[in-house]
């Protein structure tokens, strides 16, 4: 592995769901000046780790069938997508996100994951993960939900309230968003300031990846045959999903058309990561069935378990079990987005998810094999 892991201080965090402090574009202290361009370099040799640029944009769908839910639970039309974009740079500082940091191309361009945040969350409460990521050499890609981020739960009257569990019904809609954002990066040219990334971004290179309410977004989208032509329309196909605490989602939600979940053999990859003590989305409640329906058509997949962990903190970058979340997600995207792949295998992605009384890796999985953990009611 290339990267060293990230030294974190371990935490607990006691909350299912971790409201972001900073509002809807997160807190970015290091700002660039000026408008930025690609870095002019003479070296040929890739960087061991890359700062972390980011810009975010406002991207807006509009049309027939295009809403979002407002927070007394009415339908709003169109849906504004803020959508953080972090990047390789070898600007700015290597202890923090630079805003509009000049990007680079070194070794670019560069594989792009699209990250789907959970309920009640934003892409800045994942940003250690999300960064770590970066500094390897991907392209990260974040849209904030509208409905389903934490300054519109907080507005619908905050967790628990009859308005925001109408708000988290919105999460049907996200897989569209998600292909909404991959087909605006083909033109992310046209955008102001996308220019400065047109050439950075290697847009037949695809991963997805999602937490929670994410997770479950990420892998409707890949796996389940109602949503399949939402699916084709993305203009490159993802290699590789990785399911974070997420699970299936029930076959008609709200006259939503899910279907069925299968892979074959040319499915994208699944790294599948679930803490054995959450509470929120426990192992038997939906987990396992999702990736024991999954297995036996694909050709490479993981199922991490995360011992004693719960639903948030692995993957807010707070606790013990971050680094093996960082390490073994990196890995995986790496292996099968073909990326620095030359000394990346599968037995990788196994050994960075092997830290003994931490996480364990196999590739098959029962209700059997896990424990049976009690819901936490309205996590």
Known sequence: MILAALSLVAATVASCNLASATGSHGHHPSTSSGPPSSTKTTTTVMPASFNVGIHTFDLKETGVGIWHVGPAGQQLPGRVLTTEVRYPSLAGAASEETVNARPTTVGGP???????????????????????????????VSPIFPDENAVAVAAAGGPGTEAASDEENDVYSEPGDIVYVLKQLQNIG????????????????VGLAGQSDGANVVAALAYASGLASSYAEIPSAPKAVAVMSGSAWDPEPYGKAIGTYHA????????????????????????????????????????????????????????????????????????????????????????????????????????????????????
Not at 308 to 322: D, E, I, K, M, V
Request: hydrophobic content about 40%; charged content about 10%.
């Open 190 to 205: 046209s955008q102001p300031w996308g220019t400065n990334l047109k050439s950075v971004l290697n847009l037949s290179d």
């Open 264 to 379: 074959t053999a040319t499915s994208p990859a699944l790294l599948q990561i679930q803490s054995d003590a959450d509470g929120c989305v426990p192992p038997t409640s939906g987990p396992t069935d999702l990736f024991s329906t999954l297995q036996t058509g694909l050709s490479s997949k993981w199922w991490v378990t995360l011992l004693n962990a719960n639903h948030l903190a692995p993957f807010a970058g707070t606790s013990q079990w971050a680094p093996v979340v960082d390490a073994v997600t990196t890995q995986f995207f790496e292996l099968e987005l073909n990326w620095r792949s030359s000394s990346v295998s599968a037995s990788s992605v196994q050994s960075a998810g092997t830290v003994s009384g931490v996480a364990q890796v196999t590739t098959t999985v029962t209700d059997a094999t896990v424990p049976h953990v009690p819901l936490i009611p309205g996590c």
């Open 110 to 140: 560069y594989p792009v994951i699209v990250f789907a945040h959970g309920w009640n969350t934003e892409p800045s409460d994942y940003e250690a993960m999300l960064d770590y990521l970066v500094k390897a050499g991907f392209v990260v």
